[in-house]
């Protein structure tokens, strides 16, 4: 009877440590898709704040031109006011016997011309007294702006640290759930010193990440369709060169140092380096659809890392961010695939 105590315990002793470390594992990936998920929401919270911010910063440079007009009016208001207080001097030191002399001042007395200069002045300077009055109230409204302008860098300061804070434990949480992402890593690198182009590239890195279809961290979480109209912008930025015949891809200028995103749902297959490319990071949407971002500056994923669409992937502090779609390894026109 002892014995087949022991039996037992032999036997379910390691199914437990089993279940739990399976538990623990599944805990973990919930953890890692709610990391993600903040991430999300934070990077659109930061992009509508640099957006914000960027309105603030145009009303700004408006009122401070509309001071700097206001203040050259100022300026030459004061300028003819000058010229008229120095006309009625020398109007009142003419002898009375020149000013008769004059033909152009035959029919006008000496008060009368200083009345008439007199009248001038009164106008301008109700006219100076508006545009000083105007310069008071642009200059007020100048210093709230900028106190909004520090309000809000202070709020994106604050949402920005909070980001970088859960992108360094999503990754942690990546590893923990992911124990092969070195050898994975190692592996890519390999292939990306001995691949001569990219279609080279793309032909080999199938290989190095499971070739199961992966689970979404979710079961409730509905696997969007890759399609057109789908895909979200990398970047908030200007399209500086479209897809041709000879350029197989776009670039697209950041507005300022910014996150680079998924364009949509998928998995990781290359992140590093890569020849003219530069840092490139390549995303494997589907059976049939990649999506290859290049010029980033910082790589914020590993290979076989799985990410939602809008989800940060790095940094780009550099002039312009290369994209190209491709379709069964080759590249084709993204027009019409994103998002408007």
């Known amino acids: 009877m002892h014995f ?7 036997i379910f002793i390691p199914v437990l440590a089993f279940a739990d470390l399976k538990s623990d594992k599944n805990h973990l990936k919930q953890e890692l898709e709610s990391v993600q998920k903040q991430s999300v929401t934070l990077t659109k919270e930061i992009r509508n704040k640099q957006n914000e911010i960027s309105n603030l910063s145009n009303e ?5 031109f509309q001071a700097e007009q206001k ?44 009345t008439s200069i007199t009248e001038q002045c009164e106008a301008l300077v109700v006219e100076f007294e508006k545009e000083i009055a105007d310069i008071k109230s642009i200059k007020s409204k100048i210093a709230r702006q900028k106190g909004k302008i520090n309000q809000e860098l202070a709020n994106l300061q604050k949402k920005q640290r909070t980001l970088n804070a859960g992108l360094v434990k999503r990754q942690k949480l990546y590893k923990q759930v992911n124990k092969d992402y070195k050898k994975w890593a190692v592996e890519a690198d390999e292939i990306g010193k001995k691949s001569k182009d990219a279609n080279e590239l793309f032909s080999k890195l199938a290989s190095i ?16 369709k890759f399609a057109k109209g789908r895909l979200t912008m990398p970047i908030k930025g200007d ?41 490139m990071v390549i995303i494997k949407h589907d059976k049939n659809y990649h999506s290859v971002l ?47």
């Open 4 to 10: 087949y105590k022991l039996f037992l315990v032999a």
């Open 60 to 64: 700004l440079e408006q009122l401070s």
């Open 71 to 114: 203040s050259k009016s100022a300026k030459e208001i004061s300028e003819k006011l000058n010229q008229a207080t120095d006309a009625m001097i020398e109007i009142t030191r003419i002898p009375k016997e020149m000013a008769l002399l004059n033909p152009d001042a035959k029919n006008l007395t000496t008060i009368e011309i200083l």
């Open 209 to 224: 990440t499971p070739t199961k279809k992966p689970r979404h961290h979710s079961a409730t979480r509905k696997v969007r």
């Open 239 to 279: 399209i500086t060169k479209r897809y041709t015949s000879k350029h197989k891809g776009i670039k697209i200028r950041p507005r300022k140092n910014t996150t680079v995103t998924a364009p949509f749902d998928g998995k990781v297959l290359f992140a590093g380096k890569f020849r003219d490319y530069g840092q």
């Open 294 to 340: 290049a010029g980033l500056s910082d790589i914020s994923v590993a290979i076989g890392q799985r990410i939602f669409s809008g989800e940060p992937i790095g940094e780009i502090r550099r002039k312009e961010l290369y994209f190209e779609l491709r379709k069964k390894s080759k590249p084709i026109n993204p027009n019409g695939w994103f998002e408007g």
